[in-house]
């Protein structure tokens, strides 16, 4: 459910990026982000805050980790 994420939270997306969440604007539609990896575009890591749209996050991280999540743990994340 997209209302319970909350700021810190990591989330998976469905191209395979990660990135933590930084707002929720509680409106069903978007969070907006911060990128952790993105294999398709590394550039945009660390670029700032991204809006992401609810359909393309794919998993959300339920336990806190000390680092940013790869691309082994999304996978995984993607795949629950």
Not at 3 to 23: F, N, W
Request: hydrophobic fraction near 45%.
């Amino acid at each position: 459910n997209l209302l319970d994420l909350q700021p810190g939270m990591r989330i998976a997306l469905a191209d395979g990026a990660t990135a933590e969440v930084v707002d929720n604007p509680q409106d069903g539609m978007w969070v907006i982000c911060k990128l952790l990896t993105n294999p398709n575009n590394p550039q945009l890591v660390g670029a700032g805050e991204q809006p992401v749209f609810a359909p393309d996050i794919v998993g959300m991280e339920l336990a806190e980790c000390a680092g940013p999540i790869g691309p082994a743990e999304a996978a995984v994340l993607r795949d629950q």
